[in-house]
């Protein structure tokens, strides 16, 4: 099977016909109302279709899903400058009403495309399987005979001078005195 092209994605022509419509409407506007309302309201609409893009370039699953976050915080956004154009009267309810119902379509859109990553990257993560190295064979002195095994506190690696210096190393003269 090809991959997909971005521009393919349904969710993406859907932010795409979203962002164009409103810039469409967004720029008859005065121009006290483009740069208040309108500049923030057509970045966030923009911000939506833009953020599915890098999240569909993006290897990682996890980095593909916080790019769709992203994308769902700026459909959000748009939301909310859309209420402020309705009740300022910079809308016509009736248009104002289809653009909400056309985001909350692309927010479902949205949801839908998340959860097929998360499927998918839970696929992944139950074919991957789990690389371990080989168990170690270990020889105690029951096993070979060797004498050198054998448990002996008598034996003492270092001497009380050299066990001194290596205190003083650890801990200098001035902060630690050993007795």
Not at 27 to 41: E, I, L, M, Y
Request: charged share 25%; no cysteine.
């Amino acid at each position: 099977m090809m991959a997909m092209l971005f521009e393919e994605l349904r969710v993406l022509q859907s932010a795409e016909e979203i962002a164009d419509n409103l810039w469409k409407e967004i720029v008859s506007w005065n121009n006290f109302s483009r740069d208040t309302v309108g500049k923030q309201f057509t970045r966030a609409a923009d911000s939506v279709g833009a953020n599915i893009a890098e999240a569909y370039g993006r290897y990682h699953y996890g980095e593909k899903l916080q790019f769709l976050y992203y994308a769902r915080g700026s459909l959000f956004e748009t939301k909310y400058w859309l209420n402020r154009a309705r009740t300022r009267r910079l809308i016509p309810e009736n248009q104002a009403q289809n653009f909400a119902d056309l985001l909350s379509t692309l927010a479902h859109q949205l949801n839908t495309f998340a959860k097929t990553i998360k499927a998918n990257r839970a696929a992944g993560k139950k074919t991957n399987k789990i690389m371990r190295e080989p168990q170690a064979m270990y020889q105690t002195q029951h096993e070979t005979g060797f004498e050198s095994f054998v448990d002996n506190d008598s034996i003492n690696l270092f001497t009380p001078k050299e066990i001194a210096q290596l205190a003083n190393l650890a801990y200098p003269p001035d902060t630690h005195t050993i007795q």
